[in-house]
C-alpha cells in the first residue's frame, strides 16, 4: 500500500492529518496494522482528556500481541472513533480512513506537524 503524503508519520508507525481547523486526526498506518494482524479491541482515552506528545494513550490489541498506541501531538482529545468499540477490524480494513483512532486540539499547531515524518522519510525507515 502507498503512504498516503497528505499527513506526517511518528516512528511508531502512527500518521497524523491536520485537518481545515487545526485540529488533528490520528490513526496507525497500513505497515502498523500489517504487523499487528486481525485488530481485536482498541482502548483509547476520554473524550476531554490532555494527552502528552511522547507519552501511550492507548492500548492496540490483536490476535497476535497488545501495544501501546503513543501521543503524536500534545493537546486535549476532541473525539475517539467509537465505531471501533463494535468494530475494530475496521483499523486493519481502512487504517488511513474510517480506521482513525482519535482527534487531538493540539496545543501548538504550528509545531504539531513540524516534529513528524514525511511520508518519504516514513518509507526510508520501514522500507528496509
Given at each position: 500500500?502507498?503512504?498516503?503524503?497528505?499527513?506526517?508519520?511518528?516512528?511508531?508507525?502512527?500518521?497524523?492529518?491536520?485537518?481545515?481547523?487545526?485540529?488533528?486526526?490520528?490513526?496507525?498506518?497500513?505497515?502498523?496494522?500489517?504487523?499487528?494482524?486481525?485488530?481485536?479491541?482498541?482502548?483509547?482515552?476520554?473524550?476531554?482528556?490532555?494527552?502528552?506528545?511522547?507519552?501511550?494513550?492507548?492500548?492496540?490489541?490483536?490476535?497476535k500481541?497488545?501495544s501501546?498506541?503513543?501521543?503524536?501531538?500534545?493537546?486535549?482529545?476532541?473525539?475517539?472513533?467509537?465505531?471501533?468499540?463494535?468494530?475494530?477490524?475496521?483499523?486493519?480494513?481502512?487504517?488511513?480512513?474510517?480506521?482513525?483512532?482519535?482527534?487531538?486540539?493540539?496545543?501548538?499547531?504550528?509545531?504539531?506537524?513540524?516534529?513528524?515524518?514525511?511520508?518519504?522519510?516514513?518509507?526510508?525507515?520501514?522500507?528496509?
Amino acid at each position: 500500500m502507498t503512504t498516503p503524503d497528505d499527513r506526517r508519520y511518528t516512528a511508531e508507525h502512527q500518521w497524523v492529518v491536520t485537518n481545515d481547523d487545526g485540529t488533528c486526526t490520528v490513526g496507525i498506518t497500513w505497515f502498523a496494522q500489517d504487523e499487528l494482524g486481525e485488530i481485536t479491541y482498541v482502548d483509547l482515552p476520554d473524550k476531554g482528556e490532555r494527552v502528552t506528545a511522547g507519552e501511550t494513550y492507548g492500548v492496540i490489541e490483536s490476535i497476535k500481541t497488545v501495544s501501546d498506541l503513543y501521543t503524536p501531538v500534545t493537546g486535549e482529545v476532541l473525539e475517539i472513533n467509537a465505531v471501533l468499540a463494535d468494530e475494530p477490524t475496521l483499523v486493519n480494513e481502512d487504517p488511513y480512513g474510517q480506521g482513525w483512532l482519535i482527534r487531538i486540539r493540539p496545543d501548538d499547531p504550528a509545531a504539531a506537524a513540524g516534529a513528524l515524518l514525511t511520508a518519504g522519510q516514513y518509507d526510508e525507515r520501514h522500507s528496509t
